[in-house]
């Protein structure tokens, strides 16, 4: 059952342009998300997160939304830059006492075309 | 500060065989996860550690085992390896449980 779904495998934008990634979640107990980027041969990154009290964080040109309600998350890079061509995944925490587990997606590879 | 560090990056091995893998958290950092990777999986959760204690176990068979040392590093053993246990294993440490992850590069490793 997968609990964290990023139902893109694949996203190609042009350089400068805004690049949208999404993510949808089914348990509502998740409490905390984060986005990872990573690079072939790489561990993940840790790019940015979001609390479940928050709609928005923005750091730099990446902003996450959180919609509780969709069990949408979505993570704008704006502009995009060839630079940011990489997969994203996409992680959630669930906040039940005693489990502290990320449960990760299954990642979007974006491609910034120059 | 350094990151977490993983040993060996690479690895071939064949069915049967056992496999131990090393993680070095980053300074400070007292929980160490693991995660398989594989191909369309993303990441899956296998272990994590706090203290040397088990926190959380995935669900993986029990041939997938680990451990962690009083200085915080620690160790995953695959035993009778499989076709399938071929993946990218990845190791993240947090300075708690509830804290941001930060990974490891990870090792490769090829059952043959």
């Known amino acids: 059952d997968q609990q964290v779904k990023q139902n893109s495998p694949s996203l190609s934008v042009q350089e400068g342009r805004i690049s949208i990634l999404n993510c949808d979640y089914t348990?509502?107990?998740?409490?905390?998300f984060l986005w990872y980027k990573k690079y072939p041969a790489e561990g993940p990154t840790f790019l940015i997160s979001i609390s479940s009290i928050k709609d928005k964080n923005e750091d730099g040109r990446f902003t996450v939304f959180l919609n509780k309600s969709a069990k949408h998350l979505s993570l704008h890079i704006v502009p995009s830059q060839p630079g940011d061509s990489a997969v994203y995944f996409c992680a959630a925490r669930p906040k039940t006492s005693g489990t502290y587990k990320y449960i990760f997606g299954t990642g979007t590879r974006l491609k910034v075309l120059a | 500060k350094a990151g977490v560090t993983q040993t060996p990056r690479y690895l071939i091995k064949t069915r049967g065989q056992q496999v131990t893998l090393s993680c070095s958290p980053i300074s400070g950092h007292r929980s160490v996860s693991w995660y398989q990777q594989t191909p369309g999986q993303g990441l899956q959760f296998l272990f994590e550690y706090f203290s040397e204690t088990q926190r959380n176990k995935g669900n993986f068979p029990g041939r997938f085992s680990g451990r962690q040392f009083s200085n915080s590093r620690s160790e995953m053993n695959v035993s009778t390896l499989e076709l399938g246990d071929s993946a990218l294993y990845l190791c993240?440490?947090?300075?708690?449980?509830?804290?941001?992850?930060?990974f490891g590069p990870g090792t490769r490793l090829l059952v043959l």
């Open positions: 993240a440490s947090e300075r708690t449980p509830q804290e941001t992850q930060y």
């Open positions: 348990n509502s107990m998740f409490d905390y």
